[in-house]
T-cell receptor, first 111, second 112 residues
Framework: KQEVTQIPAALSVPEGENLVLNCSFTDSAIYNLQWFRQDPGKGLTSLLL?????REQTSGRLNASLDKSSGRSTLYIAASQPGDSATYLC??????????FGGGTRVLVKP | NAGVTQTPKFRVLKTGQSMTLLCAQDMNHEYMYWYRQDPGMGLRLIHY???????AKGEVPDGYNVSRLKKQNFLLGLESAAPSQTSVYFC???????????FGPGTRLTVT
């Protein structure tokens, strides 16, 4: 059974610092991995989707890497801003057309 | 193009009452999903559908039923609500392996 873990569960950084969020999964037989952002009381917004054949994806200040063999993905957010404060979730898609989610990392960027 | 919408946004039920949550999508996606999100538990899959007229159980299906009579709609039913079903419910859609899942805004349900 696929298990997805995100450590740490919470993170607080001063504005301007780079953010590094970790996601690990137990079964490397995945189709893709998706990073989401969730603001309090809101739904999930997709940030980046990495296919199993890719090593990384970039969008603006966001960069996500994927190492399937070691079961890890990292989301980097450069030059963090208070508006980046949110919960970040990773999810992997494997056989069976289902996503398995990690528990999320709650990020606070202090001005 | 509204994407994925959920009705209602909030609901309070008493134990034993029934209700139906509606998820609607205008993206013509084949796959639709219902998740629940609870503090400390993350998102867990309740039921899903791989196309019109199909449904399948997810990780936590007990106490819920679903129907997909039309491609664009996926209904989640609670026949006899219990306090353990207090949660935020999210609907999601997907079109295929190379693409991302899209989520609705959620329904916050409280069962007293």
């Amino acid at each position: 059974k696929q298990e997805v873990t995100q450590i740490p569960a919470a993170l607080s950084v001063p504005e301007g610092e780079n953010l590094v969020l970790n996601c690990s999964f137990t079964d490397s037989a995945i189709y893709n991995l998706q990073w989401f952002r969730q603001d309090p009381g809101k739904g999930l917004t997709s940030l980046l989707l990495i296919q199993s054949s890719q090593r990384e994806q970039t969008s603006g200040r966001l960069n996500a890497s994927l190492d399937k063999s070691s079961g890890r993905s990292t989301l980097y957010i450069a030059a963090s801003q208070p508006g980046d404060s949110a919960t970040y979730l990773c999810a992997v898609k494997a056989a069976g057309n289902k996503l398995t989610f990690g528990g999320g990392t709650r990020v606070l960027v202090k001005p | 193009n509204a994407g994925v919408t959920q009705t209602p946004k909030f609901r309070v039920l008493k134990t034993g009452q029934s209700m139906t949550l509606l998820c609607a999508q205008d993206m013509n996606h084949e796959y639709m999903y219902w998740y629940r999100q609870d503090p400390g538990m993350g998102l867990r899959l309740i039921h899903y559908s791989v196309g019109e007229g199909t449904t399948a159980k997810g990780e936590v299906p007990d106490g819920y039923n679903v129907s997909r009579l039309k491609k664009q709609n996926f209904l989640l039913g609670l026949e006899s609500a219990a306090p353990s079903q207090t949660s935020v419910y999210f609907c999601a859609t997907w079109t295929g392996e190379l693409y991302e899942q899209y989520f609705g805004p959620g329904t916050r349900l409280t069962v007293t």
